[in-house]
């Protein structure tokens, strides 16, 4: 009669690096999907001869509301979540191609892909019950009812829910511990690699940007567990074959570390103050349809 191989538990050492490499890896991801979203939003206000301050978490537009043109208000609402929406297509396709590798990279690639993901599609969701940010483009757009913007919200938060399940499997192949990946230990899997870094994220992007982050950004890391809860779902019950993964030592990436604290300190540095975007040669906002 066979004998049942004993249940392998994953040390707290491992279960610990594991938390901090997936948690600076999520922090940097974090800030460079965000620094494209806010960077474009800039952009394109500039474009339109308008005047603005990039706060740690919010833009100030130096425009009377009345004064805004339908263009200008679509296009500035929108361009930054499309390039984010382009970023996870492509992050989710680097994905595919890492995860026959080792390294971080491919844990990288894949918090990159859902945070580019959460921008445009978790955005829309959230931004729905606040008035705000990505919902006012669809609302300028379709400036007659409401109706279709509440509708794209509900599309939207379902896309979310099928893309998280959808990448259940790539972010598995992320993990390089036999041990964790076993039935009986996927629950410390998702707790350490998913749930984990998002908890431990949120809160040190609270404390980057204290006192001064919007409701508005908050329900953006809210909207985050539209991908992560049927990630987690996928992950729990997907099957995968623990001997095709190579084991590595686990210890804590600090080079990946320092790297999002230096980030960290410098988008604090840049931001903290306000840098405020004034169109070279134009005093005042250009006013027309």
């Not at 392998?8 to 050492?13: G, L, T």
């Not at 007659?144 to 599309?155: M, R």
């Not at 988008?267 to 040669?281: A, E, L």
Request: aromatic share 12%.
């Amino acid at each position: 009669m066979a004998r049942a191989l004993p249940e392998e538990r994953p040390s707290s050492d491992k279960l610990v690096a594991l938390l901090v490499n997936s948690t600076a890896t999520y922090l940097l991801a974090y800030l460079i999907v965000h620094v494209i979203v806010q960077g474009a939003e800039i952009l394109v206000a500039y474009q339109y001869r308008i005047h603005s301050i990039w706060n740690l978490s919010r833009l100030d537009f130096l425009i009377p509301d009345p004064d805004w043109r339908r263009s200008a208000v679509i296009l500035t609402y929108s361009v930054g979540q499309t390039i984010c929406m382009l970023l996870g297509i492509i992050s989710f396709l680097l994905l595919q191609r890492l995860n026959e590798g080792r390294g971080l990279g491919k844990v990288f690639a894949a918090w990159l892909c859902l945070h580019g993901f959460n921008q445009f599609f978790g955005a829309m969701a959230s931004d729905n019950f606040l008035h705000e940010g990505f919902w006012y483009s669809p609302r300028w757009l379709f400036w007659h009812s409401n109706i279709p913007v509440i509708g794209l919200g509900f599309l939207f938060a379902n896309i979310c829910l099928l893309i998280g399940y959808r990448l259940s499997m790539p972010f598995l192949k992320t993990c390089e511990s036999r041990s964790l990946l076993r039935m009986q230990n996927r629950g410390l899997l998702i707790m350490t690699l998913i749930f984990g870094p998002w908890v431990f994220g949120t809160a040190l992007i609270e404390l980057l940007k204290f006192p001064g982050i919007t409701w508005l950004e908050r329900s953006h890391q809210l909207s985050m567990l539209l991908l992560l809860i049927p990630l987690a779902i996928g992950v729990r019950f997907q099957m995968h074959d623990t001997m095709s993964v190579r084991p590595r030592p686990t210890t804590i990436a600090w080079r990946m570390v320092m790297l999002t604290l230096v980030v960290m300190l410098l988008f604090r540095g840049i931001f903290q103050t306000g840098r405020r975007f004034d169109p070279v040669g134009w005093p005042e906002h250009r006013i027309g349809f």
